[in-house]
């Protein structure tokens, strides 16, 4: 059965309302801290834990993407919306 609503599911509501609760410059600050962590480990010789952590600096940004259209863009700007005109 597919939905023609196109709206969020619970794990999907759930998921936003944590994480809207994070202010976004978190997943900024960490991933330079991994950027930061990871020219650490290489300066001391660790090539593998260099690169591993650094790896990380991506996804952080990612989830501040996501993070940023939650909040702009996610399901509680149309549900206030279709409140606020009740």
Same mark, same amino acid.
């Given at each position: 059965? *597919? &939905? &023609? $609503?196109?709206?969020?599911?619970?794990?999907? +509501?759930? *998921?936003?309302?944590?994480?809207?609760?994070? /202010?976004? $410059?978190?997943?900024?600050?960490? #991933?330079?801290?991994?950027? #930061?962590?990871?020219?650490?480990?290489? #300066?001391?010789?660790?090539?593998?834990?260099?690169?591993?952590?650094?790896?990380? #600096?991506? /996804?952080?940004?990612?989830?501040?993407?996501?993070? &940023?259209?939650? &909040?702009?863009?996610?399901? $509680?700007? +149309?549900?206030?919306?279709?409140?606020?005109? $009740?």
């Amino acid at each position: 059965m *597919i &939905k &023609k $609503d196109h709206t969020e599911g619970k794990v999907a +509501k759930a *998921i936003e309302k944590q994480t809207s609760k994070l /202010p976004s $410059d978190v997943f900024l600050w960490s #991933a330079l801290g991994s950027m #930061a962590v990871s020219a650490t480990l290489k #300066a001391v010789g660790k090539e593998k834990s260099a690169l591993f952590v650094g790896q990380w #600096a991506a /996804p952080f940004l990612l989830l501040g993407v996501y993070n &940023k259209l939650v &909040k702009v863009e996610g399901h $509680d700007q +149309k549900e206030n919306v279709e409140v606020n005109r $009740d």
